[in-house]
């Protein structure tokens, strides 16, 4: 997924009145103001009022439902034939800014603070999800070395603690 076509999803969702919040690696690259690295997909988070529209948009664009093991009404996966994916976070704004994440009953959201990022690609400004939600939402996973160098320049720039958890990636091999 360019840069390019990122902003071109971005500028014509804009001019249909759709907000999304670009997340994951772009949302790292955004709030860096520049491209560290290639990227397989477009991760956002969109309200759910916003999908039948989006989903139109993308299908007209030759986008079809890539079907995944863990695929949700509120998580599911788009792509093209040439490779593109966009991968799908659908949340429900309560009346404190909260995008509820899925089932009320599990408890997931990204926090209002969370919806209040800003970020550039390419010098077109975006929104995302903030710099200290980017670096907590990077946990409870397998990490990679990608996640390493996403947090780590994320905490640099704007002045974060490196979580605990990417240690691991830090410490010298032991000699024996």
Known sequence: MTAAEVISLYTELRKLNINIWIDGGWGVDALL????RPHKDLDIAIEHRDVPQLRALLEARGYREIKTEDARPWNFVLGDENGREIDIHVIVVDKEGNGIYGPLEKGQMYPSASLSGSGEIQRHAVRCISADW?????????????????VSALCEKFGLALPEEYAQFTKSPSKT
């Open 33 to 36: 103001g520049e491209q560290t």
């Open 134 to 150: 980017a670096v907590k939402f990077h946990s409870g996973y397998e990490l990679k070395a990608k996640d390493f160098a996403d």
